[in-house]
Structures are given as C-alpha cells and as structure tokens.
C-alpha cells in the first residue's frame, strides 16, 4: 500500500525532499539521541530484552527485522514508527508468538488517522515466560510464578512531504520476576522514504532510547537501544521484492565465549562483525492479496551455531493471504537450536464492519 501523496509547493526540487518540517524531525531526533545516549551507553547488561523479539509476522519471515517495508500493516509499526500512516485508518492488528516451549509473546496495536498528514496508534507488547517452580537452596518446592513483560505504545507519525515519513513512539515498560519487579521509559524516533515509481523504500529508527525508573534491587542495567536502517527494492519486471537491514548499529564488534576452546572472550573478524550486523529477506508479491518471504539473519545463524550442526539457524519462512476482510499472516523462525518460534497475525479494518 502506497503511502498518503501530497502536492508539494516546489515539487521536484531538493527542497521538496528535505522540508522544514523533516529538518526539525531531524533536529529534535538529533537532541534526543544525544540527551539519552549517557544513560545508555554504560557497562552492564541489558534490561526489556524482549524489545528485539519481531512483533510482526511479516517482519520476522523477512529474518526478525524490518523497517523499511511498506504495506497496510500495522504490526509493523512496533518496528519503525514511521511505517505508520493515514492508509492504515482504523485497523487493528493480533500478533501472538510461541516462542520456546510454554513461553509465549504478544501483541496487539490500533491505529487511526489524523487530519490530512498525521496517524496515530496504541498498542501493547507481552512476553510471557511460562510457569516456573519456585524452589530453594535446599531444593525445596516453595510454589509456581510467571515471569513476564509488559510495553505500554503509544506512536504518531506525520507526512513531512510526498515521499517523506517521520514517526515517534513512547513505551512505558514493566518486567517482574517473583517479588521483584522493574519499571522504564523508552522511546523511538524514525524516518520512512517511498518512491511509487521505483518501488523503492528506506527506514531508519532510534530504537528503545530511555531509562530503566526502577531497578530490580540496586544495580542498573542498560536498554537494548539501537541503530536500524534498510531498503526495500521490488524487481522492475518480476513480482519479488528484497529487503536489507542493518541492526546493531550503534556498536561494531561483539564479544562471545567458545567453551570448545576454553576461550571466554573472543571477538569475530572484519566479515563476520559485518555479517552480524545485517538481515537479508526475500518475498514473493503476486498480487495485493498474497505473500511469500523466506529470511536470514546471520547474527542467529552464528550465535546458534552447534557442533553438531543446526544449519537451518538463522533463517525464517512465512506467507500472508487476504481473507475475506481479514490479512492473515504466518512465519517460522529458528531463535533456539532446540525449537522452532511460530508467529501468527491477523489484521482487519474496523470500517469493513460499519453497518
């Protein structure tokens, strides 16, 4: 679905690209990134994690990540803001995803459109753990709890020009964990650019930009904050369309362990650093009504790596149908050596239903 087409005062002049409006997008989201990123960029590890998990079918059948993709999809939206628009009016998306065994994620998000340029949306992220027992140091059954975390969206988005898109969200997060529980802000900030003609677009986001408010006890932990950008290219004469993006950009290297080497910290070359840092997907778009994508995420693919093989580690499946008034949507991913992660998603127009 094409985004929203304005006429431009001084159309085809590169002023008509970079708008004062964008320049202030760009000027603010500048601010914010250097507000926030002291607070984040300290040592420790990382809180709200469940933050990188895909909450979009499609995204996680193109390999986990995708913020460049335009498509009347609102589950999208939770990966770049500015994916949403005044084409997505009314809508409301399902996501749910059997992650590993009995843990399970969610999501759910409505947007609606605002006067000629602007859309907003709210929305909601879960990350259920499943059931676990409670038991002491001396392996005494104490009972059960359910870890699980929770992001509260709220997102708006504004077409700067014809091709240009920027879009905000605020998430307030919550993790608890038995009688311990942790409260944050985040934000992201983002830019999306559609060229009909050439079925190009690109994206870029700031994502998860904030602070944890209250700890666990009295250490705290970062944010997995992040740089994202991508494009995505449909064939002139042929119904495919690829997608590049870049993730992990706000840091190059990353450190591991390899027990087979009795080595604890190790760091990969220049290809396999660059490697990690991108997601390729491939999808077959026939009509409006239809999908299929296959992906790969070479980050997954090497973390998960065994000794024994897991070659399909990394890559992910999935296709989407039109039904009746209801986009259906389905992708299988491997995040785990033991386990496949199925995601399902259903997105339908309120307005199909007015009586």
């Keep these: 679905m094409q985004q929203q087409s304005f006429d431009c005062v001084c159309a085809g002049c590169f002023c008509c690209l970079i708008s004062i409006e964008m320049k202030k997008f760009l000027i603010v989201t500048g601010f914010a990134l250097l507000l926030f990123v002291p607070l984040t960029a300290q040592e420790g590890g990382h809180v709200f994690s469940f933050l990188r998990l895909p909450t979009s079918s499609h995204a996680n059948t193109l390999g986990g990540n995708n913020v460049s993709l335009i498509e009347r999809d609102p589950s999208l939206v939770f990966h770049n803001p500015a994916l949403l628009g005044g084409e997505m009016d009314g809508m409301v998306n399902l996501n749910y995803m059997n992650y590993i065994a009995d843990i399970h994620a969610g999501s759910v998000i409505y947007t609606k459109n605002v006067g000629e340029r602007g859309a907003w949306g709210i929305g909601a992220v879960y990350f259920n753990y499943g059931t676990m027992k409670e038991v002491t140091a001396e392996n005494i059954i104490l009972g059960n709890f359910a870890p699980q975390n929770v992001s509260i969206n709220a997102f708006y988005s504004h077409d700067l020009s014809e091709k ?106 220049f290809s396999r650093s660059l490697a990690k840092h991108l997601v390729f997907g491939v999808d077959f778009v026939p009509s409006q009504n239809f999908w299929l994508g296959i992906g790969y995420n070479p980050k997954v693919n090497m973390d998960m790596k065994l000794q024994s093989g897991n070659g399909l580690g990394g890559f992910s499946f999935g296709g989407g149908i039109k039904v009746s008034k209801f986009d259906v949507s389905a992708s299988v991913a491997r995040f785990h050596p033991s386990a496949l992660s199925l995601m399902l998603s259903i997105s339908t127009s309120l307005s199909d239903f007015a009586m």
């Design 164 to 269: 240009w898109r920027g879009g905000f969200a605020f998430k307030m997060l919550y993790s608890g964990f038995m009688e311990y529980s942790s409260y944050g802000i985040a934000a992201d900030a983002g830019l999306s650019y559609f060229d009909a003609e050439n079925d190009l677009s690109f994206g870029m986001v700031l994502k998860n930009i904030g602070a944890q408010l209250k700890t666990y006890d009295s250490r705290s932990e970062n944010l997995p904050w992040d740089i994202q950008i991508g494009f995505t290219k449909k064939w002139a004469h042929a119904p495919f369309r690829v997608s590049v993006t870049g993730m992990y950009l706000n840091q190059w290297k990353f450190s591991y362990t390899d027990e087979s080497l009795n080595q604890t910290s190790l760091e990969d070359s």
